[in-house]
């Protein structure tokens, strides 16, 4: 069975310019979570997505923003970037059970390298 | 952000050696995973602990959540030179993951 999947696996951005990061979940996994990892250190929750929406964010700017589609893949978009948005972009599946449900171990894919010069 | 405190930062031992490596929090989690990351790839699930007390195993791996909820401990045993990496604790609540700084683990043949 295909683990989670995420393009492109590297990416070079200038300051200000915009970029879109993709992942596709495992089959049958219907949530969605994307981290950020600078290197040298653990990876820091950005968004939880759940049947399109938004179920979790973490404390990152509005520059950051994310979506969902039907068929349980996921964008985040990064706008104006900068220097500091260098790192490796993480995105985890899991199972859901519903808000005051059991929580599910967070599988990840193998991540996108941005660097922003 | 929130980070779990992680120790040791690094180890480095010879093969067939027993590894202990450790995670503490303020906060009391519902469920404790231990991730293993190699050099850009993304983090591996080893082991998930759902219960306060519960002793879990995976091979040579063994990993407690403890009764506090507030921390946990990961062994390996009898290293090998594929456990080299970094081995990330992570608490779960609210369906967010907080981790720890990683712990690296370096093996002398």
């Known amino acids: 069975d295909a683990g989670v999947t995420q393009s492109p696996t590297h990416l070079i951005k200038t300051r200000g310019q915009q970029v879109t990061l993709r992942c596709s979940p495992i089959?049958?996994?219907?949530?969605v979570s994307w981290y950020q990892q600078v290197l040298g250190q653990g990876p820091q929750f950005i968004f939880q997505?759940?049947?399109?929406?938004?179920?979790g964010r973490g404390n990152f700017p509005d520059r950051f923003s994310a979506r969902q589609f039907p068929n349980y893949s996921s964008e985040l978009n990064v706008n104006a970037l900068l220097l500091g948005d260098s790192a490796l972009y993480l995105c985890?599946?899991?199972?859901?059970?519903?808000?005051?449900?059991?929580?599910?171990?967070?599988?990840f894919g193998p991540g996108t390298r941005l660097t922003v010069t | 952000g929130q980070q779990l405190n992680q120790s040791p930062q690094s180890m480095f031992i010879q093969e067939g050696e027993d590894v202990s490596m450790n995670c503490t929090s303020s906060?009391?989690?519902?469920?404790w995973l231990w991730y293993k990351q190699d050099p850009g790839e993304g983090p591996v699930l080893l082991i998930a602990?759902?219960?306060?007390?519960e002793l879990t195993s995976n091979g040579r791996l063994t990993a407690q959540f403890g009764i506090t909820r507030k921390d946990s401990f990961l062994n390996i045993s009898a290293s090998i030179p594929s456990d080299v990496g970094i081995y990330f604790c992570?608490?779960?609540?609210?369906?967010?993951?907080?981790f720890g700084q990683g712990t690296r683990l370096t093996i002398n043949p």
């Open positions: 985890a599946s899991s199972l859901w059970a519903g808000t005051g449900g059991p929580t599910y171990e967070q599988y």
């Open positions: 089959s049958g996994h219907k949530s």
């Open positions: 997505y759940y049947e399109k929406e938004e179920r």
């Open positions: 906060s009391i989690f519902n469920t």
């Open positions: 602990l759902y219960k306060a007390g």
């Open positions: 992570a608490g779960q609540g609210a369906q967010k993951l907080v």
